[in-house]
């Protein structure tokens, strides 16, 4: 018995607006509308099961023009704009093809329908079974005793069967006779203009009577009704010319073959990673209740070979390389154990027979050898350590995977694999246990364990990679983050020299003025009580004091910060209470913080660099956090007197961008004052208070500064009327009035501002000049106050994202250029726009020089960036 020929071919871009149009707009949590390619996914699936096609084939159409506009240039010439909503689904609909293993065609000068029709007959005459499906019923034309034609009705899953026998039903005609039917009443979706007057009944009874348009025109002398007879006479040429423009041809010029069509199934790993990045939670379940890859991945067997000693030939270029620890606090925590993945097989090895092993820590520190990794810089670190160099990092799954959705956070490589429908490997969590009752297991578990996360980065690069091209976000990868990665590395496993008895010293003093303070406290409430007790104070302020209540909790008055401020001039008490938390946080978080994390052998603090985190690209530091030390203060700025050189007579220089922020406004938004400012090198906030107020410069008073200050800086965040009313201390109705002068004056910045939001809408994403992506799903909500965030962030992302950017590639440029000058001269921190270095004192005079000439030219803008720096024997003092 011969196995039964099946052809499916599908209308890709007809069905494409169907979905659209027939479903309301749906987004993912990235904001990428996806309603097109639900309602495709569920008509693609709906037919794959029913028709169980042996052969399959979408077709697209290539381009706005066919050969049918040399005939009539208006051909489909009313059509609208296709809405940008739907133009950005087209790549999904395509990838969910490829994850199905359909193949997908289209030819220049010709329409989907033509490649259609062509295949078609070309099957039919091969002994094929054909099934069409579209939403025009144009295609009906094609139905024949070996083709049938599904036609879309308007519940998008629903199709209507055209055979001949039931085109003859529905219409009393033969299928080759719709494109009689549509030469004489025309299409007014294609812009076919038939004969004016002859709608479809009309068009149907002339077809019966005269079979065909030529015919009919031939005998215009025996139709009935002087009118229409008159319009068959005028409009002859018209209704060829139409019966022409419907023809579907079978004889396109097409290069694949229907043999070349063979349809092999879904690859469920690919369609599963999609579902889940699409956000299609019900498709997702009906694979679990199916033949889910993800389920049989994760029953899947795996070899993993415990090796107590490392062999050359697993030693492989390139290895998924594991290196595990069992603490989030990497420095210097115990390795657990490696594991390698590669063509050789998998491998688990102690890490006793790792550090022991010259073989592997050389295979570690070969440059040549690339390893691909789930977080490198951990790795780096870890391995530094333990003396070892690691070299060849040249794949990083967590960096990979941050830049393509920044809005994660992958705690593991199966938070990564999960994303992408592998789940091969167990989370963390699971495999160790949580809080208290973390563990590591034994060694065959925790072998299996690693193995598994090696697998899955092996199946991760790829993937990943293709996904990292498509986002145009490759460069910004490979020329940013990865070497970054490096850097930061170096960074932590350097550390930070710390004063300990300065620090000691400033604990003691802050605990005097602490008291001091709480003494005051006491003196203006009348009576001591303890100022640490919310309840206490409450009473003291409320019921004593008699101040007005801003807001109550259920356990009484609040007495939170925001509170507080609102009652800053309402009572001399409130001043001394705020000054006192200040003073508490800084003797807690970065006294005896900071006391806590110091390493007592070196007397230094190694924070962490988080790298993949923020949605802007901005790095932040943790254990202990050096980038939120409170400056303002004067005694938060004293603390920065404890960070000093490692090494006698060394200092420590700072160099920090100067507005680095409005500078990239002003490249980005091209406005034509901001870049006058800049290049002039003019202060940008008496320029804003000159444009704004319409004042010279010398008329610009210090409450004019001031205010213009609050304007640009609130511009940069994504300032509101009410941010501004807050901020200045005047009513919402001014800091409207003000902004609206703002951006009068700064009409680049408005521009900027419309179209931010704009692309925002069109696309669920922004970007920064180095393509970093930040995905606002809010942009189209209904709720008013979400929408406005999403607003202010589409501003505000691309300012922020490439200031972050800007000083991420100045950090790699000054790593290199203090290689190619062979200084001492190491970088420390990098703390917002700043970077933080430690030198020799001979060397000053060198990066004085060096320093802001690389920094400045990190990125070339329309404007110059400024760089301010200095030097001291503190940090407290590079200011």
Not at 190 to 202: A, L, S
Not at 246 to 271: N, R
Not at 495 to 511: C, F, H, P, W, Y
Not at 667 to 684: G, Q, R, V, W, Y
Request: charged residues 30%.
């Amino acid at each position: 018995m011969t196995e039964q020929k099946k052809l499916l071919l599908v209308d890709g871009n007809s069905l494409a607006y169907r979905a659209f149009f027939a479903l309301p707009l749906l987004n993912n949590e990235k904001g990428i509308h996806t309603n097109a390619v639900y309602g495709f996914t569920m008509i693609l699936t709906k037919m794959l099961e029913e028709e169980k096609p042996s052969h399959m084939l979408v077709a697209f159409d290539a381009g706005k023009t066919t050969f049918r506009h040399k005939t009539f240039k208006e051909y489909k010439g009313g059509r609208q704009k296709t809405p940008p909503e739907l133009s950005e689904q087209m790549p999904f609909i395509r990838e969910l093809l490829n994850a199905y293993q359909v193949k997908t065609y289209e030819l220049e000068n010709f329409e989907a329908d033509d490649i259609i029709g062509t295949l078609a007959k070309s099957a039919e005459k091969e002994g094929y079974t054909v099934k069409i499906v579209s939403g025009d019923k144009d295609l009906t034309q094609l139905s024949s005793e070996h083709t049938t034609v599904a036609i879309t009705k308007k519940g998008i899953t629903e199709v209507e069967n055209y055979t001949p026998a039931h085109v003859k039903e529905k219409y009393g005609l033969e299928p080759k006779q719709i494109i009689d039917m549509k030469g004489l009443m025309g299409d007014s979706s294609d812009n076919i203009p038939g004969v004016p007057g002859v709608g479809e009944k009309t068009a149907i009874k002339l077809l019966k009577q005269f079979d065909t348009v030529e015919k009919l025109l031939e005998s215009i002398s025996e139709v009935s009704g002087n009118k229409l007879k008159e319009k068959l006479e005028e409009f002859k040429d018209q209704a060829v010319m139409s019966k022409e423009l419907a023809t579907i041809t079978t004889e396109a010029p097409i290069e694949v073959g229907v043999a070349e069509l063979t349809y092999a199934g879904p690859v469920m790993d690919k369609v599963v990673g999609l579902y889940k990045e699409l956000g299609f939670n019900t498709l997702l379940e009906k694979l679990g209740e199916g033949e889910s890859a993800g389920e049989e991945e994760e029953l899947e067997e795996i070899q993993v070979e415990i090796c107590s000693e490392v062999k050359e030939d697993m030693l492989l270029s390139p290895s998924s390389l594991v290196v595990e620890q069992m603490s989030e606090h990497y420095h210097d925590e115990p390795i657990v154990g490696f594991s390698i993945v590669n063509d050789s097989g998998a491998f688990f090895i102690p890490s006793e027979a790792g550090l022991a092993s010259e073989a592997f820590k050389a295979w570690l520190e070969d440059e040549s050898k690339k390893k691909w990794i789930f977080d490198s810089k951990k790795a780096q670190v870890a391995l530094k350590w333990q003396g070892v160099h690691l070299k060849g990092a040249e794949f990083d799954v967590l960096l990979a995977a941050y830049l393509l959705n920044p809005a994660s956070s992958y705690e593991d490589v199966a938070s990564v694999a999960k994303e992408k429908g592998i789940q091969l490997v167990s989370s963390d969590e699971t495999v160790y246990g949580k809080g208290a009752k973390r563990a590591c297991p034994e060694e065959n578990s925790l072998a299996d364990h690693l193995a598994r996360k090696g697998m899955a980065i092996t199946r991760l690069y790829d993937r990943l990679l293709d996904d990292l091209k498509k986002n145009e976000q490759l460069e910004l990868y490979e020329d940013l983050e990865l070497p970054l990665s490096v850097i930061l590395g170096e960074m932590e496993s350097e550390g930070v020299q710390v004063d300990i008895d300065r620090l000691k010293n400033m604990g003691a003093e802050l605990s005097a003025k602490l008291k001091e303070v709480e003494e005051k406290i006491h003196e203006l409430a009348g009576e001591p009580f303890n100022v640490n007790s919310p309840k206490q104070l409450g009473v003291i302020l409320f019921d004593k004091l008699q101040l007005p209540v801003i807001k109550k909790t259920k356990t009484g008055y609040s007495t939170s910060a925001d509170v507080l401020e609102k009652l800053a001039d309402q009572h001399e008490i409130v001043q001394y209470l705020l000054h006192y938390r200040q003073i508490g946080k800084l003797h807690s978080t970065y006294v005896e913080g900071l006391l806590k994390v110091i390493k007592q052998d070196t007397h230094r603090v190694h924070t962490r660099f988080n790298q993949a985190l923020t949605q802007t690209g901005r790095l932040s530091s943790i254990d202990p956090n050096l980038q939120n030390i409170p400056i303002r203060l004067e005694e938060g700025r004293k603390i920065r007197q404890a960070f000093i050189p490692s090494k006698k007579d060394w200092l420590i220089f700072a160099a920090d961008y100067s507005q680095i922020e409005l500078r990239v406004l002003a490249h980005i938004s091209k406005d034509e004052n901001l870049i006058e400012a800049f290049t002039n090198d003019m202060d940008i906030h008496t320029k804003t208070a000159m444009d704004v107020f319409h004042v010279e410069a010398d008329e610009v008073t210090a409450n004019m500064r001031r205010q213009a200050k609050a304007v640009n800086f609130g511009i940069v965040y994504g300032i509101s009327d009410y941010g501004l009313s807050q901020s200045l201390g005047i009513t919402r109705k001014a800091a409207g009035e003000f902004i609206t002068r703002y951006l009068e004056s700064f009409k680049g910045v408005k521009e900027y501002m419309d179209e931010s939001i704009q692309e925002a809408k069109q696309k669920g994403f922004v970007t920064t000049l180095l393509q970093r992506r930040r995905y606002i799903p809010e942009i189209t909500s209904r709720n008013f106050n979400l929408r406005g965030f999403a607003e202010r962030t589409a501003m505000n992302t691309p300012i922020q994202g490439s200031a972050a950017d800007i000083i991420k590639k100045a950090m790699i440029d000054m790593a290199e250029a203090l290689k190619k000058e062979k200084l001492e001269s190491k970088l420390l921190l990098q703390v917002h726009d700043e970077l933080i270095f430690e030198a020799p004192k001979e060397e000053i005079h060198i990066l004085e020089k060096l320093v802001p000439e690389v920094m400045e030219n990190a990125l070339k803008l329309d404007v110059p960036l400024k760089v301010d720096y200095s030097h001291g024997p503190s940090w407290y003092d590079a200011k």
